[in-house]
């Protein structure tokens, strides 16, 4: 039972800032024997210590949403295996550490681990969050300190343990994983400013991540979701609710790639909701839009407890009727407008539906919805048209399109050349340092020996000898296209100043 003795609040708060600062002395003994490992070791004790976890999937996974209750078990379960397998075999080919030549540059690079690496948590996927950073940080020789997301703390600290326990097992040394087990905002502020803390990777809300941001250590951080998603007048629209529903009730819509506003071209929007119903949606009327609407945004703020939350259990607390099977309640919204609250990111089976004439219209609205928030993360386009897939893209500033996918989960690489992640850098419109899906490599910093090379490197790069990788990645468009992308961002540049 919690006490409301000022003395004893205080006391808390002092453990808690005293925790911080033991965990990160620890961490610094446990990164010292991290960095004597050679890269492969690392990645054969990550391997183990994944493995170690995999059958825990399913125990995880009923212990997060019963303590936290966002989600759905079943999606936390292949969240919490996917972060097991995937992660740990996802960059076999790739150097995370050790040394490298490039003969062309005459360099010789030397990986360097960051040391201590503090990691947030977020409250919607907190074990397979951790799973996933713990395992990047074991593959990169770098020590890692969590501070979980309070309303997750039993499970985040139970499966720290077993992930410690398994990291020791294979060999690793004691502390080469740690928890802050009174995650108050003092402490973990303490934990990100502490000279002992090398990198800070921020999954959470807004303004932890900027908080990390402000500590003065380095910070790899994410910003929120709120996906636009457009059916053009092209599209296979069956395949297109499919895909829509399907990512609306993953995990109860609490991912933050999910789509949050659905844009519909007008020829065909009375079709694609007859498909988004027969898919297990509820399109919902006007007088129903009201009653969700004002459940979920009470006087305009957000209402928490619709994180994660069964779309027939928030339907019911709002006065909709619905079965009891529903997957997504589909709002349509008449008129959307600066500051409509349905436009704003929902994290649950809730779906804005706008009917636009066009896809210039679309633009409009999902600028709407990076007013409030979702800039650099994803959308999605649902069109048979290569090229028009191409200009949304362009349009708008997302740095993840999904074309005839799920945004859930092609943006992190499920059927996309995107890489694999849990972590979704939001890139400079997203107020982020990174705009690419968040990997181990961004834990290594690679020291450069370099040796004379005449002409430098100017002379290699005028040569051909040293191209760089994305060298003609434009060559597949066509001039036109190319012109045209070009356009459009200097007008949505325009746009932002």
């Given at each position: ?54 059958p ?70 907190p ?39 398994a990291?020791?097992k294979?060999?690793g ?7 802050l ?25 807004t ?15 994410v ?46 929007a ?77 994290l ?38 290569a ?7 362009a ?52 020291k ?47 746009h932002?100043?």
């Open positions: 039972m919690s006490s409301n003795n000022p003395i004893d609040l205080a006391d808390h708060d002092l453990a808690a800032l005293q925790e911080a600062r033991d965990l990160l002395g620890r961490a610094r003994q446990a990164a010292a024997t991290l960095a004597l490992w050679t890269p492969e070791q690392a990645k054969r004790v990550a391997k183990e210590v994944a493995a170690a976890l995999l825990r999937a399913e125990f995880y996974a009923e212990w997060a949403v019963r303590e936290s209750r966002i989600g759905k078990v079943a999606d936390k379960i292949a969240k919490n295996q996917i972060a097991c397998n995937l992660t740990s075999s996802a960059w076999d080919k790739v150097a995370l550490g050790g040394v490298r030549r490039n003969d062309a540059l005459r360099i010789v690079e030397i990986g360097r681990p960051a040391g201590v690496v503090v990691g947030l948590s977020n409250s919607t996927s074990v397979a969050t951790i799973i996933f950073k713990s395992i990047m940080c074991l593959m990169t020789r770098n020590a890692l300190v969590i501070s979980p997301h309070p309303v997750a703390l039993g499970c985040c600290t139970a499966v720290t343990n077993e992930l410690q326990a990291i020791e294979a060999g040394p004691a502390h080469a994983l740690q928890i087990t009174r995650p108050t905002v003092e402490a973990t502020g303490a934990l990100m400013r502490d000279a002992r803390a090398d990198v800070i990777l921020a999954t959470g809300g303004p932890m991540v900027r908080a990390a941001y402000g500590s003065g250590n380095p910070a790899i951080g910003g929120s979701g709120n996906v636009p998603v457009y059916v053009d007048a092209s599209a296979d629209l069956e395949a297109a609710a499919k895909t829509v529903v399907v990512d609306k009730n993953f995990d109860h819509g609490s991912p933050c790639s999910a789509p949050s506003v659905l844009m519909l071209h007008a020829g065909i009375p079709q694609m909701q007859d498909a988004l119903a027969r898919q297990g949606a509820h399109v919902c009327t006007e007088e129903e839009t009201q009653k969700i609407q004002h459940h979920a945004f009470p006087g305009g703020k957000f209402n928490g407890k619709v994180v994660g939350r069964p779309a027939f259990e928030i339907a019911q607390a709002a006065g909709v009727q619905v079965p009891r099977d529903c997957q997504a309640l589909v709002c349509p919204i008449a008129n959307p407008q600066a500051g409509h609250v349905l436009l704003k990111e929902k649950s089976p809730i779906l804005g539906c706008v009917v636009v004439s066009g896809m210039d219209q679309a633009i409009d609205v999902a600028r709407l919805m990076l007013q409030h928030s979702g800039a650099g993360h994803t959308s999605g386009i649902h069109s048979a048209s090229e028009r897939a191409v200009v949304w893209g349009a708008l500033d997302y740095y993840r399109v999904v074309v005839n996918g799920s945004t859930v989960h092609d943006s992190t690489g499920a059927n996309t050349g995107l890489p694999y992640t849990f972590t979704i850098g939001t890139g400079y419109a997203g107020k982020s340092s990174v705009d690419c899906n968040v990997g181990p490599e961004l834990l290594v910093n690679w450069r020996v370099a040796f004379p090379l005449p002409g430098g490197w100017a002379g290699a790069m005028a040569s051909g000898a040293a191209l760089p990788a994305s060298s003609g990645s434009l060559s597949t468009l066509t001039p036109e296209l190319q012109a045209t992308v070009l356009r459009i961002v200097q007008e949505e540049l325009e932002l100043r």
